[in-house]
């Protein structure tokens, strides 16, 4: 009984340490930039020894990783997205109206939560093999997420199946965090207003507009 109370003990003082070292980390990567902060940084922030923060991430391209995974994510939980209740409820609403706007409402939380650590990242693969290999392949699966969405539309007979491949593929790339980034620095739109757009060009794009 000891031994598992003294287990749950620890358990949650790695978990509190690993949020206080997240924390830090973020607001340091998004007010720095990747090159500016170091790990040392890190930990004096977080309030931890600095060797706490090397053994748990080693380098600072698994902290930056990490950092985008709970931002990602919104939380510490180790689920993908695509298994959350929220996710799933979007590829399932009853109408392909609900689905898209469902749709953008994630992808809108998603990139408030992640926008300034996108563009720390986008910095760091310049230089960061590491970083730039997990980008590409996050490109690669945001792709297939959100082009897999259109295509379970056209599925369901939702949208026209008649040119789903390029609905597919063109909503993927609409859908990416680069084209955010690329939309606000250019429009200095809002989430708000970004969640709008995301909306009514999709909505456009597989032939929806106008309906009711």
């Known amino acids: 009984m000891a031994e598992d109370v003294n287990r749950d003990l620890r358990a949650a003082r790695r978990a509190d340490t690993e949020v206080r070292v997240i924390e830090a980390a973020t607001e340091l990567f998004a007010e720095r930039g990747y090159v500016a902060t170091t790990l040392a940084d890190v930990a004096k922030h977080a309030g931890v020894g600095a060797r706490t923060v090397y053994v748990r991430f080693a380098t600072k391209a698994v902290l930056l990783q990490r950092c985008l995974d709970v931002a990602i994510a919104g939380d510490y939980h180790r689920v993908a997205l695509a298994d959350r ?6 590829m399932n609403a ?3 109206e609900e689905r898209i706007a469902r749709m953008a409402r994630i992808s809108a939380q998603l990139m408030a939560r992640t ?3 996108l563009r720390v990242a986008q910095q760091a693969e310049a230089i960061e093999p590491e970083i730039a290999e997990r980008a590409q392949a996050a490109r690669t699966q945001t792709h297939q997420a959100i082009g897999g969405f259109f295509r379970k539309l056209a599925a369901d007979g939702l949208i026209s199946n008649e040119t789903v491949d390029w609905v597919a593929q063109t909503g993927a790339v609409l859908g990416q965090a680069e084209t955010y ?4 620095r250019t429009t200095e ?3 708000e207003a970004y969640e709008s757009w995301l909306v009514e060009t999709w909505t456009r794009l597989v032939g929806l507009e106008g309906h009711s």
Do not use: E, H, Y
Not at 85 to 90: N, R, S
Not at 181 to 184: E, I, S
């Open 94 to 96: 009853p109408t392909a």
């Open 189 to 191: 739109q809002t989430i």
């Open 115 to 117: 926008g300034a650590l």
């Open 181 to 184: 980034v690329l939309l606000t």
């Open 85 to 90: 209740d929220w996710f799933q409820q979007a």
